[in-house]
């Protein structure tokens, strides 16, 4: 069976960091390789943002302007799994936060979160900044 599982989320105060993995199984390596990988959030009576993905083939790397020099995303193909490497957190960052893989890397840019760009997506993690 094939799914991805988000993990790391968690409570933390304004200004901290957290690191979010989104780890694959049932896919062979190959496969795992073939995808970009992005990450999205939902906050309550928000729209969905998408706001980070990194391409499957030159590693090129997109991030919303709101995450912009906080955020990194990174994959570790051998390990199948891909990160999210948070910084200087925000209360505005509160949200559950998903990762998916993208059909096609040609996606990965501005507007991708949308389910038809995705073949796959995790359960999410709840990620809340809190004083």
């Known amino acids: 069976q094939v799914q991805l599982v988000e993990s790391g989320g968690g409570l933390v105060q304004p200004g901290e960091s957290l690191r979010l993995s989104c780890a694959a199984s049932?896919?062979?390596?190959?496969?795992?390789?073939?995808?970009?990988i992005g990450w999205f959030r939902q906050a309550p009576g928000k729209e969905r943002e998408g706001i980070s993905c990194?391409?499957?083939?030159?590693?090129?790397?997109y991030y919303a302007d709101s995450v912009k020099g906080r955020f990194t995303i990174s994959r570790d193909n051998a390990k199948k799994t891909a990160y999210l490497q948070m910084s200087s957190l925000k209360p505005e960052d509160t949200a559950v936060y998903y990762c998916?893989?993208?059909?096609?890397?040609?996606?990965?840019?501005?507007?991708?979160?949308?389910?038809?760009?995705?073949?796959?997506r995790g359960q999410g993690t709840q990620v809340t900044v809190t004083v």
């Open positions: 998916a893989t993208l059909i096609d890397s040609k996606f990965c840019g501005g507007d991708f979160a949308h389910d038809y760009y995705f073949s796959l």
């Open positions: 990194i391409s499957s083939d030159d590693g090129s790397t």
């Open positions: 049932g896919f062979t390596l190959d496969i795992y390789k073939y995808y970009a």
